[in-house]
């Protein structure tokens, strides 16, 4: 199966799953963690997710992710987020992203894979994240800053464009 990236003559569309894995051992938002991945090309961190593929589901794509990139089959649980996210990468082309994120519940003794390969071959490296840590790092989406904080209710619709986030009424 294929994924879900298509180029056009003004860019690139890619339809992507997501899942927010957050660690929350106390009621204490300062000790929760937010799992996301780094390599060694970019200087941002990012979430765990990728392209849809032909024929999947969001939730099922959003599993094969999480399965992929920690190493762990997790239950997927509910839509927290859809974003659409406009930008143009390092070597000038124009993407347009549209990524539904879904809660992952983790258990105590979950750790994940130190290690996976990404888009591109890229190795990446997986992180537990703390809220005082995104404050001083460049990481996307934005919207899982809030993630740290509390699980939010219903679903949240957020557009990054040109670096700014913005959560338009739906």
């Given at each position: ?36 991945i780094t ?31 920690t190493g ?99």
């Amino acid at each position: 199966m294929s994924d879900l990236r298509f180029p056009s003559t003004d860019g690139i569309f890619e339809l992507r799953a997501a899942g927010i894995i957050v660690r929350r051992p106390t009621a204490d938002p300062a000790d929760s963690r937010l799992l996301m991945i780094t390599n060694a090309q970019d200087a941002y961190a990012y979430s765990i997710g990728g392209a849809v593929m032909f024929g999947e589901t969001m939730r099922e794509a959003a599993a094969r992710e999480v399965l992929e990139e920690t190493g762990t089959p997790l239950p997927i649980g509910d839509l927290a987020a859809v974003e659409q996210t406009m930008f143009t990468d390092g070597d000038g082309r124009p993407w347009h992203v549209v990524t539904h994120h879904y809660w992952v519940d983790v258990p105590d003794d979950f750790v994940p894979a130190e290690r996976s390969v990404g888009f591109e071959a890229a190795e990446e490296t997986l992180h537990w994240l703390s809220a005082h840590d995104l404050e001083h790092m460049t990481f996307y989406p934005a919207c899982y800053a809030d993630a740290t904080v509390a699980r939010w209710s219903g679903v949240r619709y957020f557009m990054e464009r040109g670096g700014q986030v913005t959560e338009p009424e739906t």
